[in-house]
């Protein structure tokens, strides 16, 4: 079984500041796929970006890049010039390859972004 | 595509009462998922349908706990009796499972009250 580790239950930044989510999982696969979801105070899920674990490149998407350690088993998220409407739950997520795209979800981390 | 449609978006109700929760999901989606969202254990999966067949429902808690899926574009998930522990968001989410990693696509979840 894959179990996912958000170290950080809450973090706050300051608006245009950078801040790093961290995320760690635990797996014996070596396929797999990894995503970030965000979650505002609508409570809609948003799927911020994602992560083939058999690409070494990082993912970026606009202002929100990973730094995907495999070895490690490390996939944190950073987010630049972080606005206002970045406040949200972030939850970490594992999918294993060919197996029905179920997820695995870290515990969230709470994030608030100060005017 | 409206997305994910989820009904209702709140539910309160009487211990002992059955309770269904309803999903739409994406048209030309062959995939759907039930995940429940509490403080205490964070987002977990209750139950997976590939093409309108249950594949992996080892997370459904109970028996009190049932879901169905009698077309592509609904499912139902009921407790019967309800709960006060049953009380969470559940959310339905929907892939198409034609490639692995495909992204998951969330409704905005059904807010349980079980008083």
């Known amino acids: 079984a894959q179990t996912v580790t958000q170290s950080q239950p809450e973090m706050s930044v300051q608006e245009a500041e950078t801040v790093t989510l961290s995320c760690t999982y635990d797996?014996?696969?070596?396929?797999?796929?990894l995503f970030w979801y965000k979650q505002p105070p609508s409570r809609q899920m948003i799927l911020v970006i994602r992560?083939?674990?058999?690409?070494?490149q990082n993912a970026t998407e606009n202002r929100f890049s990973v730094n995907f350690q495999k070895a490690a088993k490390s996939f944190s998220l950073k987010i630049s010039d972080s606005q206002l409407g970045d406040t949200a739950m972030y939850f970490c997520?594992?999918?294993?390859?060919?197996?029905?795209?179920?997820?695995?979800f870290g515990g969230g981390t709470r994030l608030m972004v100060k005017p | 595509d409206a997305g994910v449609i989820q009904s209702p978006r709140h539910e309160v109700t009487e211990m002992g009462q059955e309770v269904t929760l309803r999903c739409k999901p994406i048209?030309?989606?062959?995939?759907l998922f039930w995940y429940r969202q509490t403080m205490m254990r964070g987002l977990e999966l209750l139950i997976y349908?590939?093409?309108?067949?249950?594949?992996?429902d080892s997370g459904m808690p109970e028996d009190r706990f049932s879901a169905k899926m009698p077309n592509a574009s609904f499912s139902t998930l009921k407790i019967q009796p309800s709960e006060p522990r049953d009380s969470a968001v559940y959310f339905c989410?929907?892939?198409?499972?034609?490639?692995?990693?495909?992204?998951?696509?969330f409704g905005q979840g059904t807010r349980l009250t079980v008083v």
């Open positions: 797996t014996s696969e070596n396929n797999y796929y």
């Open positions: 997520a594992f999918m294993k390859r060919n197996a029905g795209n179920m997820l695995t």
């Open positions: 992560q083939e674990a058999y690409k070494q």
């Open positions: 989410a929907s892939s198409l499972s034609r490639g692995a990693g495909t992204e998951a696509f």
């Open positions: 349908f590939n093409n309108n067949v249950p594949i992996d």
């Open positions: 048209s030309g989606h062959n995939s």
